[in-house]
């Protein structure tokens, strides 16, 4: 723990890329490293459902994409990006949780100057992929994730956080599942091998809890 705290005197001005199939846990464990480490976590994935929830034209249009499974175009994300990573909390680092999801917005990334210091790739089976994403359940008012197995929230159907009714995200049906793991293999999957090459890439043993493998990225980060 000392370590960690003392390691994190450094930490705090990191800007890391979490990547990994949907369903391998970057979301959440994104979000307790950001609170420890005090560093903004960039969900794009929460942006566009934002933007969608308030229905304005982009959120409407990338909403068509996300339900089927789809990747939202290269050039409407990589805007998005592109107007979050600027903003003032972004300058002393940050954790992108969901992007970049292809080569050509990998690039854009490194074309808009701002250097990334680590890419964290969460990795586990199919099986579990499927298992965690089709049983997941998300708080409509919150965002809050919770399982129907994993993790229940102590009323059904109702967040323990805001007491927000729980929805199946339309994207979270199996056939949508098969189509996104689909697409994360066809697209985002040679990012691996590109920031590999950049010797930038650690790899995280994600079959276990989103605790366990909070461990893990702590660890991998002090290395
Ligand atoms: P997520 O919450 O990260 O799983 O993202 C949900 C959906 O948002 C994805 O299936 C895509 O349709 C869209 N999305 C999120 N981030 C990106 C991105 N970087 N590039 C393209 N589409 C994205």
Not at 1 to 20: E, H, S, V
Not at 93 to 98: T, V, Y
Not at 115 to 137: A, C, N, Q, W
Not at 198 to 205: A, Q
Request: hydrophobic share 35%; net charge positive.
């Amino acid at each position: 723990m000392k370590a960690w705290r003392r390691r994190q005197d450094t930490l705090d001005n990191m800007r890391l890329i979490f990547l990994g199939p949907p369903g391998a846990g970057k979301g959440t464990v994104a979000k307790k490293v950001s609170q420890e480490l005090g560093l903004p976590q960039i969900s794009t994935g929460d942006m566009l459902r934002e933007a969608a929830k308030e229905g304005v034209p982009l959120g409407r249009k990338a909403k068509e994409y996300m339900d089927r499974g789809e990747l939202v175009p290269d050039e409407i994300i990589i805007g998005v990006l592109k107007n979050r990573i600027i903003q003032q909390d972004c300058k002393n680092g940050f954790i992108l949780d969901g992007y970049p999801r292809t080569l050509l917005q990998a690039k854009a990334l490194d074309a808009f100057g701002i250097p990334v210091d680590r890419v964290l790739h969460f990795h586990l089976s199919e099986k579990t992929l499927i298992e965690r994403i089709t049983g997941r359940l998300t708080c409509r008012n919150c965002g809050a994730i919770y399982h129907k197995k994993n993790i229940k929230p102590k009323v059904k159907g109702k967040c323990d956080a805001c007491g927000g009714v729980l929805y199946k995200r339309e994207d979270q049906e199996e056939q949508a599942v098969r189509k996104r793991l689909e697409v994360y293999r066809r697209q985002t999957r040679p990012l691996i091998v590109f920031y590999q090459k950049k010797g930038m890439l650690t790899t995280i043993d994600a079959e276990g809890t989103p605790e366990e493998s909070v461990e893990k990225v702590k660890i991998a980060l002090r290395k």
